[in-house]
């Protein structure tokens, strides 16, 4: 039985690359120095591979940056703005993807890949601008593994994938151009060393719900790649879910081999294959390349001996699920973790292995799933109705109309970054620690005071980040030393690992919180992070079902709230940003999710007193699919992000006879531009063409961690400016219709 992974990390065991991208960028190295790292690491993710024993190894997945980004390179779909004369190749592929400040150009946006933590930069392809097509990068890595002895199979990411992800601003219909990108993969896999027997071509697009464009298109533009490829073998690659919908373009493509994330099949592997074409292969995705755990080898080892028995063994391949990018890259590097778990536990490099070793295995019993008996505690139900509650609420907060606030975080100075990491390391005291802490507190206490904002934060100066923190503060989570994945480029982060039962053993927030209601007469809202969320930036345990995790997050965060709410707490916000993106890919299971996600977010809330307002923010702005479990969530007040489209999702909100407090993001927190007070006032004015002023809420669309004090102070001024006017005009608007 064959074996491979799918893709191995880019960024290198010691983020090798990070720092070399640093070093390049700050001029203290050359293209040069940055492109040997680059095959050194290349060379390297090889050599893994194939001392692994793996059948193949992977290339062409290695990126400077972004696979996508080099994707636009190979198809000749730079935009045309990077495009000027006198710039270099290198010089566009890194405007593209951070801008140029002496060019003035913008980087293209980013989005998330899938329901990963993984940022593409998104392609915006042009029908009347295209450069040459340039397949150097494709063909060099492919010969770099064959010059070094490797047997190679080429990564591409395949033409429907790109397209549907990509931005179409300067094209009506994206799929138009699925015949000419079918001519230029065609060309690149033509162009391949004839070393090269194995190509993989990414599909992750077929676990959705396809456009009937992407439909119809698919099964033609294949076969031509196929018929390109000749003799070689072609795979076609799903992952993060379940392609089901999709089984008749992918049987008709007339490719070799079917790749399955074994992780996200919910449908019975037997009826899948029972339908396979007779000349296509399975390559089956046991190793989880999204988690850090071991492979439950029993488990795995008895579905590949079902296939083999079923399809026979050359028609089956052993395989990571999805590429290894999402999971850290060698255990060997974690040297505080206790001697069991980092036992339990396998990176990149062990994946390898496991994939490797997988085939031959003895088939045994499946490892030692605890049986788990969900508590599935009941949501409680004392609590009024909405109208009820707000009229009590109107009566205890007693704020003025078009209320103003802000989603929570203030920014992270330096100086905040410097007193948490001398306390991490020992250097100051607690005391010293948190006597610094309340200091921002206080400050950002008073700040706010003089701004005129009617609900105050704490500012969140204690957070180092909004999962991390939680579950520093929480039982059954642990911490790794070297575990970095890469977030988009240079970034990469290191999520907390969930591995035991999660409990709240002391209060979490709660003397921050408590001390900045202490300093003021108006009301303080309390931030904590949503079970989902909190989930869904963790690598998660896997002996125990999903919800049942978020479950024992959501009571841990229910002892919370309960505890804010005694110390005279009024507000209470549930941050849940991930809440769309930790949804399944498969339509078919979004029921089950929302009902789980929004079961979590009650059991927190559905406790609370009918006095106590609960908050929600959600990063987001498409919300028209989902409302329904929007309104289910029963929140007071929710906080999104209103994005450029802000009155398309005011239109879900009204349409959907949404009838509680709504907090459009009024100005975008990614950029420095400070919006102006006319400007803000403007954009209530529409706000209120769509929605009630009883229900509108006035805040920016996101915390303001990331900037400067300086651009936060002019633009919350000119937000609360806005607000007042606003109120004047509303309040001459009242009196005229009285009188
Ligand atoms: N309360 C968090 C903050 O203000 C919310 C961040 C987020 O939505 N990502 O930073
Ligand atoms: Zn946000």
Known sequence: MQTHILGFPSIGSRRELKFALENFWAG???????????????????????DAGLSYVTAGDFSLYDRMLDTMFMLGLVPRRYTFGDMTKAEMYFAMARGDALRNLAALPMKKWFNTNYHYIVPEPDITFRQEPDFSKLTSDVSLAVEHGYA???????????????????IKNRWELMDELAEIYCAAIKQLPAECKFIQIDEPILCTELEKEAWLSFIPTHRKIKDAASDRKLMLTTYFGDPLLNMTPIYESGYDVIHLDITCIRHDMKDIISELPAHMSVSAGVVNGRNIWKTDTGRAKGLLDMLERRLGGERVMCASSCSLLHCPVDIRNENRLEGTLKNSMAFAVQKCRETAALPSHMAGAS???????????????????????RKIQEETLCLPPL???TIGSFPQTQHIRSLRSRFKSGEISGETYESGIKKEIYDNIQRQIKLGLDVLVHGEPERNDMAEYFGENLEGFCFLENGWVQSYGS???????????????????????????????????????????????SF??????????????????????LELEQAGIPIIQIDEPAFVEAMPLGIEMHEHYFNDAVRCFRLVTSVLKDSTQVHT??????????????????????SIEAGRSEMGVLESFRRSGYKSGIGAGLYDIHSSRIPTATELSGKIDRILKYIPAEQVWINPDCGLKTRGWGETLSALQNMVTAAVLMRGRLKKKNEKAIG
Request: hydrophobic share 40%; with cysteine.
């Open 491 to 537: 970034r990469c982060v290191k999520p907390p690992v969930i591995h035991g039962d999660v409990r709240r053993v002391k209060p979490i927030t709660l003397k921050w919180i408590k001390y900045a209601a202490s300093l003021t007469e108006k009301p303080v809202k309390a931030i904590l992070t949503g079970p989902v969320t909190i989930a869904k930036w």
């Open 28 to 50: 203290k190295a050359t293209l040069s120095d940055l492109e040997k790292t680059a095959e050194n690491l290349k060379l390297e993710s090889f050599r893994t591979q194939s």
């Open 540 to 561: 998660m345990r896997e002996d125990i079902p999903q919800e049942a995790v978020w479950e024992q997050i959501a009571l841990a965060l229910r002892g919370e709230a």
């Open 403 to 405: 209320p103003t606030t």
């Open 367 to 389: 490892g030692t799933a605890v049986q788990y008996t969900a508590a599935k505690t009941e949501i409680a139900t004392d609590r009024s109705p909405y109208s009820v509650r």
């Open 617 to 638: 923010h959600m990063c987001y702005s498409e919300f028209d699919r989902i409302m329904p479990h929007i309104k289910r969530l029963d929140a007071d007040v929710i």
């Open 152 to 170: 190679p199979k080429a990564v591409l990411i395949g033409p429907a994938t790109f397209l549907a992800l990509s931005n179409p601003v300067w």
